[in-house]
């Protein structure tokens, strides 16, 4: 992950994917640069958040319209309450999530002949759907990751 401090960009994106058990967080830039990446306890989950909008000055949080979306707006609008908040569509993000786990991890040896769509990633992916969040927010993904086919499956 990159110094937060050293020249931060302008318009960070706080991406929150809620859950009854843990949440994803990510700090993602416009240009689609993640800075920070967590899964962390929701019982912890709105002091980190809180944490990461101040160390990275986020303009703007972004949050998953689906489970445990509700307390969580408003634990967040408790902690960040000058933030401005936005609800984030979460519909395909953990398949979004995986395609951007393997792309950070590509797999090795003789796992790297099974199609991506066939593997199961090691951890919870929460962090990877909340930039998936981010990334569909800044218009940088869709249903398809950048440099992918727009007629391929992001699971490859």
Known sequence: MADPMADPPQS?????????????????????????REVVLQTDAPERASSYAQTYQVTVLLLGDRTGSSDAEARLRERLPNHPLERAPEHGTTLLARALYWRDHPPRGWRRLMPRGLLTPPGPLDAYAAEALALRHFGLLTETLPGESKNRSPRR
């Open 12 to 36: 960070l994106a706080l991406a929150v994917d809620p859950g009854l058990a843990k949440w994803g967080l990510a700090v993602v830039a416009p240009d689609g640069r993640c800075l920070a």
